[in-house]
């Protein structure tokens, strides 16, 4: 199987994915040996032959990226053409008639290869491409059988390193460029090319420049010979010893797909499959070699209970049994109250509810938080309208107000700039300061940091057609006669700051219609777990205490009497003594929180804290039980990403140890203060998620099965969004699918047809057919949450002349667990934060490049490096959030609307 057309494993089906073809206002007649089909004018001949079960080979052609024609080996005779066509750059037009497999055709395809293997090694026993390899296939397909050529091949020096995680085989290389046009076309990073002439062109990079780009990992897997391999799979297995499965990366909330592959129970390569409405293909380098964490040394698989202060292995019994004494005891002494619960924003969505169930409806503890203060409030993000990623391409505009996607969603950095660049949809880029969409956008915006509300409010203007005599009213120009939403993806811009001024531009957008959002927030399936219930006020399904509460408490029994604490709240509350036992999902505050001494204090002061994750490091040296879990990879479940769409994760391979999945020791927990679950599946878990979640109605274990496409909530809304996949076995959905092109109305399961018969409410007859989505999936049984305001105005802090003001934000690669963890990626991470300030305020204050300064806040004093950045304009400092040591956690006041800077040389 070509890596680069990765298999859509999920589903029992011969035929590889294919990315549908929208048709067009014009259809042509077109034959391709023989057989005649109607196809979109203008469509490209090559893409049609696939399409319509004719594969016509090829080198440098992706369907992703634009058409060059340099490998010529998709030549084909188009009748009414002189000499032959090459059929990656030949749109259809009507009445034109195709031969694939003529003399000619196949005597030109012998003469490509023919010329390719002059100097390509005939290595493949030791080429890692081996036995996934384009040229080997096609030349065993298409290629003349044996070689004329008798003289020496070129050689040289190999393996190139070109980057930390790609490696370069010259002599391989084709030249298709395929390589160097991702680079260029997709990711925006043109640090790769060709030089030399004739024989001796080869790719490089440019001097002392090495491959920096984070998709640098794209280059491998689209590289149709072994030129580029990956030096974390590099001879570590053969694609014919590799099992695979399904899956959706957890590195941060994207949520892209996958191909998860493992060879004697330890993963050893991730692939991007080419999912349409999300990452079509391509992952970052984060999440392509993120995998590696899972088998880190320092996992704890065992239980673990404090003794004599010391933590010791336990067996599960014993270390449940403390730990429900644990909160037992925290109850008994303070009431609900006295117990807090961070995190599950890293786990499944199964994870999230029955967490949720277990808080909420056994403790009866509201103190819930999934965000670690370095998001958005949970009544904003679950009540807001929601965009998908699609609708970034025929958007009428796309407003960012969020931190740099780039390093904290990259991914959708690539649809966004895909969308502008390609699709010519306007781009606003509001900021603080330049990010890695600067130039791909056409209006760019920049604020003071603290007021990035008035912008919003401008922007707000704007989209309405009321000018606020600012230059963001040239976004009406922009959007004059466009259709579609405005697609506006909102974030936290700086964790320096509070999350008021975001929350006020976003209650000004959502005032106007047209406007659906996309959050921008921290950590894989943070969506799912908000959207579950793990959010202060909120039970699952995104309706709140007061208006979910007597539906979900029907099967609960009971739910919290009032709104809990958030995260800082939580912690605190644990550092006054409030809080006595807290829990940590799959979190570790002490690298996530923004105020790492308030962590510290909290950690300290808590009575008991129950880690249920996989690093006993997660509490520092303060847990008393540790509960080790499954992680991704390990175990079978759901996420949500951040347009809601659910996606199902896939398990690999087996956990070491006595590991158990996170929703099973929720149960056991529950079981052992006297509450059944009665939960032994993962497909249960998911059906009691479709009955209870008002806003999960009718996504259930069945329709997550058949969604080839995962589905997005609510399904009420996005039912014909479905791309059905053949029906596994016993898989029925609970609402009956209409044939496709049918124009009567759905009919769900279980109805009077009007015919005298019941609908049937499994769909097993479906599957030899193509059914077609619904409009008529159960709707939520209670009203969904929704949020438009009011909201505050951030207060306006007048600037210091003498100070610099801080912006704080993420870097993909720092001190997060799953970086350090994972061998190829813990050599990018930066560990300690460099304050980044204009060129002319370095100069102003005195000092080098790399020279240390004091920096002073309202909060404390550190001393950093200082570094030029022209990023960053006059005025403003930056500061990376996820770094050790000395950083914001000791400069940034939660109480203050700004953090202003006054910065010292220390001579």
Known sequence: MSTDAVRMSQWPSDQEYVIPVAPGPDVVTVTIDGKEVQVPRGELLIKVAQEHGTYIPRFCWHERMKPVGMCRMCLVEIEGMRGLQISCATPVTDGMVVHTQ????????????????????????????????????????????????????????????????????????????????????????????????????????????????????????ICPVGALTASPYRFRARPWDLDSVETSCQQCAVGCRGALESTSNRLVRLLGVDLDPVNQGWLC??????????????????????????????????????????LRAAIDAGGPEAVGVLGGARGTNEDAYAWARFAKGVLATDNVDAQLDDGLPAEVVLGLRRATIDDLDAAAAIVVVAPDLKETLPVLYLRVRQAALENGVPLVDVAA???????????????????????????????????????????????????????????????????????????????????????????????????????????PGRVTLADGGPHVAATWGKVPAAPGLDARGILTATAEGRIRTLVLLGSDPLADFPDRPLVQRALAAAEQVIVVGAFTADAGDHATVVLPVTVWGEQEGTSTNLEGRIQRLSRKVTPGGTAMESWRVAGELAARLGSDFDLEQTAEV??????????????????????????????????????????????????????????????????????????????????????????????????????????APAPVVPVDGYALRLVASRTLYGTDRSVL?????????????????????????????????????????????????????????YLAANRAGAGIGDLVDPAEAVTDLRVETLR
Request: glycine share 12%; charged share 20%.
């Open 821 to 877: 963890e994972s061998p190829s990626l813990a050599g990018l991470a930066a560990l300690e934060a460099v304050l980044l300030v204009n060129r002319t305020d370095r100069d102003r204050i005195g000092v080098a490049d790399g020279e240390r300064v004091r920096v002073t806040s309202v909060k404390g004093s550190v001393e950093l490096a200082v570094q030029a950045d022209g990023a960053t304009p006059q005025g403003i400092a």
């Open 102 to 221: 003529s003399p000619g055709v196949k005597t030109a395809q012998d003469g490509v290869l023919e010329l390719l293997l002059i100097n390509h090694p005939l290595d493949c026993p030791v080429c890692d491409r081996g036995g996934e390899c384009p040229l080997q296939d096609q030349t065993l397909a298409f290629g003349p059988g044996e070689s004329r050529f008798v003289e020496e091949k070129r050689h040289f020096e190999k393996p190139i390193a070109i980057s930390e995680t790609v490696l370069l085989d010259r002599e391989r290389c084709i030249q298709c460029g395929r390589c160097t046009r991702f680079a260029s076309e997709v990711a925006g990073d043109a640090q790769i090319h060709f030089g030399g002439r004739g024989s001796g062109t080869e790719v490089m990079t440019y001097p002392d420049e090495p491959f920096s780009s984070y998709f640098a990992g794209n280059t491998v897997q």
């Open 285 to 326: 380098d984060r999440g392509r070699y993120a995998y590696e964490w899972v088998h880190s040394d320092a996992r704890v698989t065992t239980p673990l209970v404090e003794r004599s202060g010391a933590l010791g292995e336990a067996t599960w019994p014993q270390a449940l049994d403390a730990a429900a004494d644990a």
């Open 433 to 539: 300061r330049d990010n890695g969409l600067t130039h791909a956008a056409s209006l760019v915006l920049r604020h003071l940091p603290g007021e990035v509300g008035s912008m919003g409010t401008a922007v707000a203007g704007a989209i309405s057609g009321h000018p606020t005599h600012t230059e963001a009213d040239a976004l009406g120009a922009l959007i004059e006669g466009r259709e579609g939403p405005v697609v506006v993806i909102l974030g936290r811009p700086s964790l320096a700051e509070p999350a008021t001024g975001a929350v006020h531009a976003a209650a000004q957008l959502a005032a106007v219609p047209t406007v659906k959002f996309l959050p921008a927030l921290h950590r894989g399936n943070v969506h799912g777990a908000l959207d579950l219930g793990l959010a202060p006020g909120f039970l």
């Open 686 to 791: 998911q059906d009691e998620i479709a009955r209870v979640a008002p806003a999960f109605a009718g996504v259930d274990s069945s329709l997550l099965r058949r969604a080839r496409d995962g589905v997005v909530l609510p399904l009420a809304d996005h039912a014909h969004e479905i791309e059905w996949g053949p029906a596994p076995l016993g898989a029925g959905v609970s609402w009956e699918p209409i044939p496709s092109g049918a124009d009567a109305e759905p009919v769900p399961a279980g109805a009077d047809t009007g015919a005298g018969e019941t609908a049937a409410a499994d769909d097993d007859a479906s599957a030899d057919g193509d059914p077609a989505p619904t409009a008529g999936p159960p709707t939520p049984a209670v009203a969904l949450h929704a949020w438009a305001g009011p909201a």
